[in-house]
C-alpha cells in the first residue's frame, strides 16, 4: 500500500493487523510485522486509544481493537444488505411464535432495533426499530456480547457502573462479577433470555447471528408478554423451549444467509 498521506497509511495497516489476530497483541511484535520504529508504532497506539478504537491490557501489556472499532463495524452491518437479507426470516420467526420477533445490532453499550414483526392482534413493544436499548437489559445484547471476545466486552464495560439496570424486579446483571457470569451461561446454553428486565410482565429470548469471522454481525430476538400468551393455556416451560428453538432455528439460518 502506497499513499501520499504516510501517517493515515499506516494507521490503516496497524488497525488491519490488530484485526487480524486471533488476540490482543504486543506493541513490539506489531512494529516488527509493519517494519515500523516501535517509538511510531507507540504514538499511532496512543492517538487510536485516545478514539478509542483499540484498547490496552495493562496487565498482559497488549493491544486489542477498541469500542469504537466495533461500533464502526456495527455500523456498516446495520445497512439494508442485513435488513434485506434478515426480513422474510425475521417475518417468519413473528409467525411460527406468535410474538414479536426483531433484529438487533449492537452500537456501542447499547443494542439498537432495526427489524420488528408483530402478528396481528399483538400491540405494539418498546423494542420498536430505532429505538435503543441497554445491551445489557435486553436478550438481544447479551446474546451479541456473549459471542464478542472477553477483551471487546471488557473495553465497553471497564466498571460496574458502566452497568444499566432499567427495571430491579428483572434479570439484568448490576456488576461486572454478574455481567461474566450471565455471559457464560448464555455461550453455554446457546441463547440469551431476560424477564422483566425492559418492561413487567414480558420476556425475551435471543441468539446471536454470526458474521464470517464467527462475530456476532446482530441478534434475532423473540419477546411475548407472558400474561397474554399465559391465557392460551400453553405450559410456560414448553413454550419458553419452543421460543428458543424457533429463535436459534432463525439465528443459524441467518448465519448461513449472511455467509452465502
Not at 485516545?50 to 464502526?72: K, M
Not at 432495526?114 to 420498536?128: K, M, Q, S
Not at 441497554?134 to 445484547?141: I, K
Not at 428483572?170 to 431476560?194: C, F
Request: glycine share 8%; hydrophobic share 45%; aromatic share 4%.
Amino acid at each position: 500500500m502506497s499513499s501520499s498521506v504516510p501517517a493515515a497509511e499506516h494507521v490503516l495497516a496497524l488497525l488491519q493487523r490488530i484485526a487480524a489476530r486471533p488476540s490482543p497483541a504486543p506493541a513490539a511484535a506489531l512494529a516488527r510485522e509493519l517494519d515500523l520504529p516501535r517509538s511510531s508504532v507507540y504514538k499511532l497506539l496512543g492517538v487510536l486509544r485516545a478514539a478509542g478504537f483499540v484498547t490496552h491490557d495493562e496487565g498482559t501489556r497488549r493491544w486489542g481493537l477498541g469500542p469504537a472499532a466495533h461500533e464502526l463495524g456495527s455500523a456498516y452491518r446495520r445497512q439494508a444488505p442485513l435488513q434485506r437479507a434478515a426480513q422474510s426470516i425475521v417475518t417468519d420467526l413473528a409467525e411460527r411464535t406468535g410474538a414479536c420477533a426483531h433484529l438487533a445490532v449492537l452500537h456501542g453499550r447499547d443494542v439498537v432495533y432495526v427489524l420488528e414483526e408483530r402478528p396481528l392482534g399483538v400491540p405494539p413493544l418498546v423494542t420498536d426499530v430505532g429505538v435503543r436499548l441497554p445491551a445489557t437489559v435486553t436478550a438481544s445484547g447479551l446474546a451479541i456480547l456473549a459471542a464478542l471476545p472477553a477483551a471487546q466486552v471488557r473495553a465497553l464495560f471497564p466498571r460496574s457502573d458502566d452497568l444499566v439496570r432499567r427495571r430491579e424486579s428483572g434479570n439484568a446483571p448490576g456488576t461486572l462479577k454478574e455481567l461474566r457470569s450471565q455471559l457464560t451461561q448464555v455461550r453455554q446454553r446457546g441463547h440469551a433470555w431476560e424477564n422483566g428486565s425492559v418492561t413487567e410482565g414480558f420476556a425475551s429470548v435471543g441468539c446471536a447471528v454470526l458474521d464470517h469471522n464467527e462475530l456476532p454481525a446482530a441478534s434475532l430476538a423473540v419477546t411475548w408478554d407472558e400474561g397474554r400468551l399465559a391465557r392460551h393455556g400453553e405450559d410456560p416451560a414448553e413454550r419458553h423451549d419452543r421460543f428458543v428453538a424457533a429463535c436459534r432455528a432463525s439465528a443459524q439460518a441467518l448465519t448461513r444467509r449472511l455467509n452465502g
